[in-house]
């Protein structure tokens, strides 16, 4: 039985902070800078609100799920988009044949993945000469860190570069997102995550999810149905050191090139 991930996923017309607007812009501005004039794959893209930006710069994109509800989402705002390409498919079993793709694009997703091991022998397969991966996950090891309903295995930098280069990629890692608690406000809100995340009181619904965002963060914004250029601003990557943790950064990044073998 497939998991029904709607309720949990970010879809176009909820309500998110200013910070998760700026996380998911920078996932796609950072994958556009890899897309020009390529063929591109997203696995798990969700409502795909990320697609339409790609498509503008790459050749073609083609991207799935394996909950048909939310690809509904994104193939009713996508279809008349000639360079988008939208199917239901399982991560673990990716429809398409060796070398079809330039770039593969994961976010937020390797912690569903019941054997990201075969997810990955699968991007490799799929992808060309050169083609890269890119990737980005939560980090486990930052302290205000809650894990996902119907989630996995996290993996922290190290472990990520690992499984990587097992898999047969040469990786580079980025942290984003920095701990911000310089002011009282900030203190406080971190105190709270860091309860919350520790007593396992996180609600699993957006909905409910919303209701302490507002408290811990005040005004909300609409997650729109597509992202564009000055939205908002994107976070810069910072380097890391595979062999550190990079706990100061909520989100890790792993830039990730074939290796031919």
């Known amino acids: 039985m497939t998991t029904n991930y709607t309720a949990i996923t970010e879809r176009p017309g909820v309500s998110v902070t200013p910070e998760q607007l700026a996380m998911a812009y920078t996932r796609y501005s950072t994958a556009a800078r890899f897309c020009e004039d390529k063929d591109v794959l997203e696995v798990a893209c969700g409502p795909g609100f990320g697609l339409g930006y790609l498509a503008k710069k790459a050749r073609r994109v083609v991207a799935g799920d394996i909950d048909d509800k939310l690809l509904r989402i994104a193939q009713k705002h996508h279809r008349d988009r000639k360079n988008i390409d939208l199917r239901v498919f399982d991560a673990h079993q990716l429809p398409f044949e060796d070398y079809s793709f330039d770039v593969v694009i994961l976010f937020e997703a390797i912690y569903y993945l019941a054997q990201p091991e075969k997810f990955l022998d699968e991007c490799h397969r799929v992808l060309r000469k050169n083609g890269v991966f890119l990737i980005s996950t939560a980090n486990k090891d930052c302290p205000e860190f809650v894990p996902s309903p ?87 990557l910072e380097p890391i050191s595979r062999d550190t943790s990079g706990a100061q950064y909520k989100v890790l990044y792993a830039i990730a090139r074939k290796r031919e073998t």
Request: charged fraction near 20%; glycine fraction near 8%; hydrophobic fraction near 45%.
């Open 150 to 236: 119907f989630s996995g295995r996290y993996f922290s930098g190290p472990e990520l570069f690992e499984l990587l280069h097992r898999q047969g990629f040469d990786a580079e890692l980025f942290g984003a997102f920095p701990l911000n608690i310089s002011s009282a406000k900030q203190r406080l809100v971190s105190l709270l995550r860091r309860a919350v995340a520790t007593l396992h009181l996180m609600p699993g619904a957006l909905k409910a999810r919303s209701i302490l965002k507002r408290i811990f963060y005040g005004q909300l914004l609409i997650l729109p149905e597509e992202l564009e250029d000055g939205m908002i601003e994107a976070c810069p």
